[in-house]
């Protein structure tokens, strides 16, 4: 079946330091992967996603490159700031079309608390 | 547009109580989900609705009922619920084009 793995948590961090979330998966074919932040006391936000082998995602900072050779989709800024403190998960979608039963389910990793101090 | 909405954001309940968890989207979904959140385990899906009228379980989906009851509304019923329900419940609504999903800000269950 499919599985995301996520790197141990929590992180602590600097303002400005540089921060990687490393985050692995399982899956047949090719899924669509993504990354989601959760600030606290508030749902999940898509942050960034990318749909095939290669292609980087990026919004506000964060970067993510979708690399099958090792099947992984790692997190990268190269510099926090406080309010980038929240929870972050990583998660993939299964291939999906039209006649498939999928349904766009989500499989997450387990989330990384990210703290960062001025 | 509201998004994705939940009520109520805090319930405490006693073993064996029943409760439903509520979830509206105005987003025109035709997909709904309910995940549960537990520390250490990211979200777990527990049921999915794939348009109005049609539900499935997820990978948890014991000592839980849900009902679509119109494409905008998709519920989730506790009926006799135990301390392993406590959780965080999050509703979303899956866009019908992009196939993202859109979460509402969840419902924090406390099952004494």
């Known amino acids: 079946g499919n599985s995301v793995t996520q790197m141990e948590g929590p992180v602590t961090l600097s303002e400005e330091a540089f921060l990687t979330i490393n985050c692995t998966y399982t899956?047949?074919?090719?899924?669509?992967l993504f990354w989601y932040v959760q600030y606290p006391g508030e749902g999940l936000q898509l942050l960034l996603k990318?749909?095939?082998?290669?292609d980087k995602g990026s919004n506000k900072g964060f970067e993510a490159t979708y690399r099958k050779e090792t099947t992984s989709f790692h997190l990268e800024k190269g510099s926090v700031q406080v309010s980038d403190s929240a929870v972050y998960f990583c998660?993939?979608?299964?291939?999906?079309?039209?006649?498939?039963?999928?349904?766009?389910?989500?499989?997450f990793g387990q989330g990384t608390i990210l703290t960062v101090h001025p | 547009n509201a998004g994705v909405t939940q009520t109520p954001k805090f319930q405490v309940l006693k073993t064996g109580q029943s409760m439903t968890l509520q979830c509206a989207q105005d987003?025109?979904?035709?997909?709904m989900y309910w995940y549960r959140q537990d520390p250490g385990m990211g979200l777990r899906l527990i049921y999915y609705?794939?348009?109005?009228?049609?539900?499935d379980k997820g990978e948890v989906p014991n000592g839980y009922n849900v009902s679509r009851l119109n494409k905008r509304e998709f519920s989730l019923r506790l009926e006799s619920a135990a301390p392993s329900q406590t959780s965080v419940y999050f509703c979303a609504g899956r866009d019908r084009d992009s196939y993202e999903q859109y979460f509402g800000p969840g419902t924090r269950l406390t099952v004494t």
């Open positions: 990318a749909t095939k082998a290669d």
């Open positions: 998660a993939l979608r299964p291939y999906f079309n039209a006649g498939g039963t999928s349904y766009g389910k989500l499989t």
């Open positions: 987003m025109n979904h035709n997909s």
């Open positions: 609705s794939a348009s109005e009228g049609t539900t």
């Open positions: 899956a047949t074919g090719y899924p669509s």
